[in-house]
């Protein structure tokens, strides 16, 4: 389970949203995985003291990551995935289409130190009349700061889908994951737009167990 909380001001117009997303992770066999996500979203929009708020289901999605190496220190996966339209289009809480994705992943171990590399290509099928074509790429490093605390810090930039804009949204985040116990993690973070494009600061916080 994810939070997330972006809030951004531009020409007198304040935007903040929240977003609650639950992941379902479930192996098959070694090497594959199955993941469903649900979010639910709040959006709020403030202009000359008039405030807009929306709230419900957002876009469901579902993947399958498929790990086809893995040895050395190094693992390279493909993700699939489609996005449903659970969400309403008119509320602006989703797409109100059915998209779809795939992603190249590769991580490097080298205790104490990981590094993960994603590129991405997303199929932006929308009623908004944003961009179909969106391609997304960051990398992410994790550090073993202790027994059960690791720093992480993200860098990334995604084609923007305003179709009027060619400067694409850019972020860097850090943040902390702590082992409360061998299956549960929690985690903090901020994540902080580097061009005027991505939101200003976005606050994360999360926990995943297994089992």
Same mark, same amino acid.
């Given at each position: 389970? *994810?939070? &997330?909380? #972006?809030?951004? @001001?531009?020409?007198?117009?304040?935007?903040?949203?929240?977003?609650? /997303?639950?992941?379902? %992770?479930?192996?098959?066999?070694?090497?594959?995985?199955?993941?469903?996500?649900?979010?639910?979203?709040?959006?709020?929009?403030?202009?000359?003291?008039?405030? *807009?708020? &929306?709230? #419900?289901?957002? @876009?469901?999605?579902?993947?399958?990551?498929?790990?086809?190496?893995? /040895?050395?220190?190094? %693992?390279?996966?493909?993700?699939?995935?489609?996005?449903?339209?659970?969400?309403?289009?008119?509320?602006?809480?989703?797409?109100?289409?059915?998209?779809?994705?795939?992603?190249?992943?590769?991580?490097?171990?080298?205790?104490?130190?990981?590094?993960?590399?994603?590129?991405?290509?997303?199929?932006?099928?929308?009623?908004?009349?944003?961009?179909?074509?969106?391609?997304?790429?960051?990398?992410?490093?994790?550090?073993?700061?202790?027994?059960?605390?690791?720093?992480?810090?993200?860098?990334?930039?995604?084609?923007?889908?305003?179709?009027?804009?060619?400067?694409?949204?850019?972020?860097?985040?850090?943040?902390?994951?702590?082992?409360?116990?061998?299956?549960?993690?929690?985690?903090?973070?901020?994540?902080?737009?580097?061009?005027?494009?991505?939101?200003?600061?976005?606050?994360?916080?999360?926990?995943?167990?297994?089992?």
């Amino acid at each position: 389970m *994810n939070a &997330e909380y #972006g809030h951004e @001001d531009e020409e007198g117009v304040t935007e903040s949203g929240t977003e609650i /997303a639950t992941c379902l %992770s479930y192996g098959i066999g070694e090497v594959l995985d199955v993941v469903l996500g649900i979010p639910y979203v709040w959006l709020e929009e403030e202009e000359d003291d008039v405030k *807009n708020r &929306e709230e #419900g289901i957002g @876009d469901a999605t579902l993947e399958i990551k498929w790990r086809f190496y893995e /040895a050395k220190g190094w %693992s390279f996966a493909l993700k699939p995935g489609i996005s449903i339209p659970t969400g309403d289009d008119d509320q602006g809480l989703g797409t109100g289409e059915l998209g779809y994705s795939v992603f190249f992943i590769t991580t490097r171990e080298m205790e104490p130190w990981a590094f993960h590399f994603n590129a991405g290509y997303m199929r932006n099928e929308n009623n908004a009349e944003e961009r179909l074509d969106l391609w997304h790429v960051s990398l992410a490093t994790e550090f073993q700061v202790g027994e059960n605390l690791k720093a992480v810090a993200n860098v990334g930039a995604e084609r923007n889908a305003d179709p009027v804009s060619d400067t694409h949204p850019a972020f860097v985040l850090g943040g902390l994951i702590y082992s409360l116990s061998e299956n549960w993690d929690m985690d903090a973070g901020i994540k902080v737009g580097l061009n005027k494009p991505e939101t200003d600061y976005t606050a994360l916080a999360g926990t995943a167990f297994r089992f």
